[in-house]
Each structure stands twice: as C-alpha cells, then as structure tokens.
C-alpha cells in the first residue's frame, strides 16, 4: 500500500486547505510534506517518534496534527468531499476497535479514560467506530463511542438534516427498534431493516434493497488496511476520529 500521496489527491487537499480558515498552509512543500507525514504514520501504524528524519521532527508534526484534529479540519475535509455524495439510499453500520494499552489513561482535564470513547466489551478494551455511507459506500459521516455501546446510539451520533433527500436507509437487525424506525418514518425515508427475533411479528423489508448493504461491510474494510485506524493507539477521541477521517478522505480521493 502506498505511503505518499499521489499528485491528484494532493491538488484535491490542497485546494481545500487553502479555503479553510483555521488552516495556514505556509509553504506548499512543506505542508504537503507534512499531509504525507500524516498518512505515513495512518497506514504504517508507527509510533509519532518513529517518523522519518526527512519528515522533519516527529514533535513539530504531532503538535501540527494535534492542532488540526482539534480544530476539525480533517472532519471539515470529509464533510467537503461528502457534497458529492449519492444519497439515493444510506447504509449504516458499526464495527469494535481493540485499543492498545497505551490509548489508556486519557488525562483528567479531558474527562479521564471514560470520556474518550474507549469501554469494556467482549471484544476487550475497545472503541465502537459507528459510520454512514451513501449509495456507492463513499463515507458521509463517522462518530466514535465506547466499545460496549448499543450500535443505535450510531444512529443518532450521525443522524443529519441531509438525509432526507434518501429514500431508504439500510441498516442490520441491531438496529431493529420502534423509536428508530418511527424516526425514519417521519422524515419520509424507508427503513430496510430486518426485524429482531424477539419481536413477535416480523416486519417487512426490501430484500432485494437490502442486499446492497454490503457497500457499508466493504468501507469498514477499506479503513482497517490503515494501521493506525485498525488498532487505537490514541488516549484522546479527537486525534484517533482525525486519523478515521484521514482514511475515509483517502477513500473518496482513491
């Protein structure tokens, strides 16, 4: 997999950094050194004092990205990107991130541990990444929660005003609840939606429709090839949800 950014997708970035107005660009080469520092670490998983020399000091590009992730600018980034979306239909879905010892102990004045989506589930010591995708699996939106979280809570975490222009959305049986589908119901999107098997009464859905559920299995597929997305290394929410957005950015520049 490749760590450098191809010419297209750099001239993409580019353009949206220059608009942004919390991001000084500076010199071209060296923020786009910089970008390319930042995918480095996002597919090889490395540690920020393992950065190349010829990237420059591994402190001045954390500090850098710690700023951007704060700011939002890689979330702004897909948000960006997602006005080209198909939103014929939406597909929704969750999958659990097992965090690394060192994502632990989150400082107090954060909130401490419990703050930073990060729980207890089967899984162990993990994250639950909740994301939405439009019709040809390109990423919409991307909400973090802990591990042990319902995958519902998804719903509302990434829940827009854009959606109405769906006209179906597609989701597996954990998300099989009255309020959830009685929300779609008034915004005029169809809830294709298997029923759980402790309701008495299976609803009906578009199989057919359902079917092409898989774009959502296959977009969480695709960030897991990054290192750094695959395994949560990162005490603070902020900064492992900017490497996501990073990924899914890369995604929809692919």
């Excluded at 704060?70 to 702004?76: K, P």
């Excluded at 102990?105 to 703050?115: C, E, I, K, S």
């Excluded at 975490?157 to 009685?182: E, F, G, I």
């Excluded at 959502?216 to 949800?241: G, H, M, P, Q, S």
Aim: aromatic letters at 10%; one cysteine or more.
């Amino acid at each position: 997999m490749s760590t450098t950014l191809t010419d297209h997708q750099w001239q993409r970035i580019l353009s949206f950094l220059k608009a942004h107005p919390r991001v000084h660009v500076g010199p071209i080469d060296r923020c786009r050194r910089f970008v390319s520092t930042i995918l480095w670490v996002l597919r090889t998983g490395a540690q920020w004092r393992e950065i190349p020399v010829a990237c420059g000091h591994w402190n001045s590009v954390y500090k850098r990205f710690r700023a951007w992730a704060s700011a939002g600018v890689l979330d702004d980034m897909l948000v960006d990107l997602s006005h080209d979306a198909d939103r014929e239909w939406l597909c929704l879905d969750s999958t659990i991130i097992r965090a690394h010892m060192c994502a632990a102990g989150a400082p107090h004045n954060r909130g401490g541990q419990q703050a930073q989506s990060l729980g207890r589930s089967r899984g162990g010591f993990s994250t639950k990444i909740h994301v939405k995708v439009d019709a040809h699996g390109n990423p919409l939106a991307i909400a973090l929660t802990a591990g042990h979280r319902h995958d519902n809570l998804g719903y509302r975490l990434l829940r827009q005003d854009s959606d109405r222009q769906a006209s179906a959305a597609m989701m597996d049986k954990a998300y099989d609840c009255n309020w959830l589908r009685d929300d779609l119901k008034q915004r005029g999107i169809e809830a294709v939606i298997p029923s759980n098997k402790s309701r008495t009464w299976a609803i009906p859905y578009d199989k057919h429709l359902y079917k092409h559920r898989h774009v959502v299995e296959c977009f969480i597929n695709k960030i897991k090839w990054f290192r750094r997305v695959f395994t949560r290394f990162d005490k603070l929410d902020v900064a492992y949800k900017a490497f996501i957005a990073f990924a899914s950015v890369l995604v929809w520049l692919r």
